[in-house]
């Protein structure tokens, strides 16, 4: 039984699993991503969490998918990441001189994009789009049947659209104005900051999270809007209004038939998250708005896509 490795490298977890072409995932390694050593740390990591996987899979395994953040440089088979503290992470050589097995990479939402694509809800949808929020903000595309990866396998870094042209706040990339510097889990908390600087001080200092601007993290913005507190509440309406943006760029640019929607910030905060982009999508966009709807493959929605890129898009 022809068996193929997946592997989804994120910030926060690196996912790797063996599975078969019908999608079944046969087993599952889950470990914290390493946060220190040199640019191999991480391609270290993957190789020993892939030993640690039942033997008897690994040797029927056809090919090794990585799914990972980015950009992606395929020229080296390496990444310079955002929100990874290393300027850049060699993956595709080490592992594969390793392994002995060919390795492919992709950026870890267009891995999702297969995913949905192949095994969850955009079966049979020919122009589709997958967004992630979550520590980051990522997509993948499909438009007439086509997976887009352009030049660089970069085609798809959404989050780094320009959403604020006074570029307020700083990505986590270096560039001002990003979509993520606003709206992603790591980010919010920035924007939270920025919001209070020019709020109602008499509303502000009421706020439950106001003795702790300096330190909350975006659940805590969430949970004391789902509280009824006011500057809170603006808060993740701004940030609605802001994602509203985002998605409407998406659909004037690929229109799409379905956008489906992933990641911790979103899966965790779905009517938060949703409602106002619903609201205030079409104030921004000149296109159809599509159906929007939340993923059913739940945070292995990458790794899904790793297993079905084996299988499906050897042409790439």
């Known amino acids: 039984m022809e068996t193929a490795i997946g592997v989804d490298l994120g910030a926060t977890h690196v996912r790797v699993a063996v599975g078969v072409k019908d999608g079944r995932i046969l087993a599952k390694n889950v470990k914290k991503t390493v946060q220190q050593g040199d640019e191999y740390a991480v391609s ?10 039942p033997r008897e899979f690994i040797e029927e395994a056809v090919e090794i998918v990585i799914g990972t953040i980015g950009p992606i440089d395929p020229r080296t088979g390496s990444i310079s990441p955002a929100n990874l503290p290393f300027k850049r992470v060699y993956l595709t050589n080490p592992i594969s001189s390793e392994l002995k097995l060919p390795v492919k990479m992709y950026n870890d939402c267009v891995a999702a994009v297969i995913g949905e ?4 809800e955009g079966r049979g949808v020919e122009n589709l789009v997958y967004v992630t929020i979550s520590s980051g903000i990522g997509g993948g595309i499909f438009v007439n049947n086509k997976l887009l990866l352009g030049k660089d396998g970069n085609a798809h870094e959404i989050g780094h659209m320009t959403i604020d042209f006074d570029g307020r706040l700083v990505c986590g990339c270096g560039k001002r104005g990003h979509w993520e510097a606003y709206c992603s889990g790591k ?23 106001y003795s702790k ?23 993740v309406e701004e940030i609605g209004r802001l994602n509203a943006i985002g998605f409407a760029n998406l659909i004037n640019l690929y229109d799409p038939e379905l956008i489906i929607v992933g990641g911790a910030v979103a899966l965790n905060n779905r009517e938060q998250i949703l409602k106002p982009i619903l609201e ?15 993923t059913k493959l739940g945070d292995e929605v990458g790794l899904y896509g790793t297993i079905a890129a084996a299988f499906y898009l050897k042409e790439e």
Do not use: W
């Open 213 to 235: 601007l300096q330190s909350l993290d975006g659940k805590e913005i969430f949970d004391a809007a789902r509280m009824g507190d006011q500057f809170s509440l603006k808060v």
């Open 117 to 120: 694509k192949f095994f969850g």
């Open 280 to 294: 205030h999508v079409e104030e921004y966009t000149i296109n159809r708005v599509p159906e929007i709807k939340f």
């Open 44 to 53: 270290r990591q993957i190789i020993n969490m892939v030993r640690e996987l």
């Open 187 to 209: 980010n919010i908390p920035n924007f939270v900051r920025l919001m209070a600087k020019d709020f109602d001080k008499n509303v502000l200092e009421k706020s439950i999270v």
